[in-house]
């Protein structure tokens, strides 16, 4: 009803929310987290937000049931959680998600940094949450730009999904196109990292998050570094692999 052509009836649905939620019990909140982020996901429409989610106090309801699923919920639950707040951002105004972003981010932050207890989709859920935020506020997720790139370049060697690093070398990539600062330190870890590495798919990952940094912050990079990228390139083509680094290039 958030989503409803009236005002009078998207400001009653806004209050009947609240009131249901301060009705819980604080140890039942992740058990609806689930519903929560599926009825999000299906509110609104492309290119617009949802009238409801704009309304003072719409989005604060939801956090402590977003935050229980995100922190102590099961792993579907988290994924859920994390996925429910990228939704949120997407389909809420700046000025009405602003008050919350700090609440958001540093849970999701806290989570992808024990991101080793929980499956690729915990993970793939959070990187993409983390990169909504960065595609659509930016500037309200500045604090954070120095452990979401720790964050994210640890993601880019994760081992136990491509799916994880790619979402993660997407990431680092919205991450480059905010922060355009030690973009060449950057790019010289990248390349480093895959030029030693002993596991060819985390090496074409590696390969495949420089590319995103590149295309985000081209007019940030030094010529020596720029040379070294086409050096990294060329070697991929001389040295005999299995070619998943080609692909990446």
């Known amino acids: 009803m958030m989503d409803d052509r009236q005002i009078d009836v998207v400001q009653a649905a806004v209050s009947a929310f609240e009131a249901f939620i301060k009705s819980m019990d604080k140890d039942d909140l992740d058990a609806i987290v689930v519903t929560l982020r599926r009825t999000i996901e299906s509110c609104g429409a492309p290119g617009r937000t949802v009238p409801g989610f704009n309304i003072k106090g719409s989005v604060g309801s939801m956090l402590?049931?977003?935050?229980?699923?995100?922190?102590?919920?099961?792993?579907?639950?988290?994924?859920?959680?994390?996925?429910?707040?990228?939704?949120?951002?997407?389909?809420?105004?700046?000025?009405?998600?602003?008050?919350?972003?700090?609440?958001?981010?540093?849970?999701?932050?806290?989570?992808a940094t024990q991101a080793t207890a929980y499956p690729p989709?915990?993970?793939?859920?959070?990187?993409?949450?983390?990169?909504?935020?960065?595609?659509?506020?930016?500037?309200?997720?500045?604090?954070?730009?120095?452990?979401?790139?720790?964050?994210?370049?640890?993601?880019?060697?994760?081992?136990?999904?491509?799916?994880?690093?790619?979402?993660?070398?997407?990431?680092?990539?919205?991450?480059?196109?905010?922060?355009?600062?030690?973009?060449?330190?950057?790019?010289t870890e990248l390349m480093t990292s895959a030029q030693t590495s002993d596991d060819q798919a985390i090496s074409a990952s590696l390969v495949l998050a420089l590319a995103y940094v590149v295309v985000n912050a081209h007019s940030s990079i030094s010529i020596g570094i720029k040379e070294s990228c086409v050096v990294l390139i060329e070697s991929a083509f001389r040295e005999r692999h299995d070619g998943k680094p080609r692909q990446s290039f």
């Open 121 to 187: 989709g915990v993970k793939v859920a959070i990187l993409r949450s983390l990169t909504v935020m960065l595609d659509k506020i930016p500037s309200h997720v500045k604090p954070f730009f120095p452990q979401l790139s720790r964050t994210f370049i640890k993601s880019c060697s994760d081992t136990s999904s491509l799916a994880v690093r790619n979402a993660a070398a997407k990431a680092l990539g919205s991450l480059t196109k905010s922060s355009q600062t030690r973009v060449d330190a950057l790019i």
């Open 64 to 111: 402590p049931v977003i935050i229980a699923g995100l922190t102590t919920g099961n792993n579907e639950q988290r994924e859920q959680a994390a996925y429910a707040i990228g939704d949120l951002v997407e389909r809420t105004e700046e000025a009405a998600i602003k008050p919350y972003v700090v609440q958001f981010t540093g849970p999701l932050i806290r989570v």
